[in-house]
């Protein structure tokens, strides 16, 4: 028996026939190995019967394992032609789960809604040049999400598991506490894509749970990460002094949430900026 799941020489093929070469500019590297693709659909756990959203599904390779696994998959692909080919492969090799696929060409960072019941999983290998935006917006705009499984850039993943107080801590961290508890979920070496990165990458799990209790809002809460990393250097006092309106303003502010003036902003857990928020809307 054939295996359903896209292996090298059928993904060269394929690419070959489409006339699709990975580009750069929409971060295209295809796995390449149906052991992998399993390992992933497996630490991600998902259910038979679940609605999983899979973004920059490529060639087809993980979407193959999740419908495999019995979910039911929309798959959100940037590039037309790919888009255009995805139901054609699941039809040719996985038949009896084509009518579990929905596909919607478009831009992930511009999706505001999906196809079919809301999904309770986003599972995919994100396109590296747009990996944190992707997550955040769609942890942001899709609240149905209990989990996420994402193969990313090794780097990428050590910044959205780094913990207060690490040399990776920044932005990204920071962002993604606010919706869900991150923790790396293995590594994936660079032999099973084509073509093959310079890079490694690393699986990283999300897990939803409740956003810091605050009066603040989250854009609000935002606003204060991105302007205490501006300059990850600088003091509290000094980093927030443009959005507080003074270094005198930032310093009440900061004395009125508890924070020392003289902190620097990676030693801060989320709810830390929360509290920061809320001083300095009152």
Same mark, same amino acid.
């Given at each position: ?5 896209? *292996?090298?020489?059928? $993904? ?6 489409? *006339? ?6 929409? *971060? ?11 390992? $992933? ?10 609605? @999983? ?19 039911? &998959? ?36 511009? @999706?505001?809604?999906?196809? *079919? ?34 193969? @990313? ?34 590594? &994936? ?6 073509? @093959? ?86």
């Amino acid at each position: 028996m054939t295996d359903a799941l896209l *292996g090298p020489a059928s $993904i060269r093929d394929l690419a070959g026939r489409l *006339g699709v070469r990975p580009t750069k500019t929409w *971060g295209q590297n295809f796995v390449v190995d149906a052991g992998t693709v399993r390992k $992933i659909v497996r630490t991600a756990g998902v259910r038979e019967g679940e609605h @999983v959203v899979e973004v920059g599904p490529g060639l087809g390779s993980l979407t193959l394992g999740l419908l495999e696994a019995g979910a039911h &998959v929309v798959a959100v692909e940037i590039d037309p032609a790919l888009a255009r080919q995805l139901p054609h492969t699941v039809a040719e090799r996985l038949p009896e789960a084509a009518d579990r696929l929905d596909v919607l060409p478009a831009d992930a960072l511009t @999706v505001t809604t999906l196809p *079919g019941p809301p999904p309770t999983a986003l599972v995919a290998n994100l396109p590296y040049n747009v990996a944190v935006p992707v997550l955040l917006s769609f942890l942001e705009r899709f609240d149905s999400l209990e989990r996420v499984l994402v193969m @990313v850039q090794a780097e990428v993943a050590d910044r959205l598991v780094a913990p207060p107080g690490s040399r990776t801590y920044g932005i990204p961290s920071a962002k993604a506490a606010w919706y869900a508890e991150a923790r790396r979920a293995g590594s &994936v070496g660079r032999a099973v894509f084509w073509p @093959v990165p310079r890079v490694d990458s690393a699986l990283v799990a999300l897990e939803r749970r409740e956003p810091p209790t605050t009066t603040a809002s989250r854009k609000a809460v935002f606003a204060v990460v991105d302007a205490a990393f501006a300059q990850r250097r600088k003091t509290l006092r000094a980093a927030l002094a443009g959005l507080a309106g003074s270094g005198e303003a930032a310093e009440r502010a900061l004395r009125t949430a508890g924070i020392d003036p003289t902190t620097r902003g990676e030693r801060l857990h989320i709810t830390g900026f929360a509290r920061i928020a809320e001083a300095l809307a009152s």
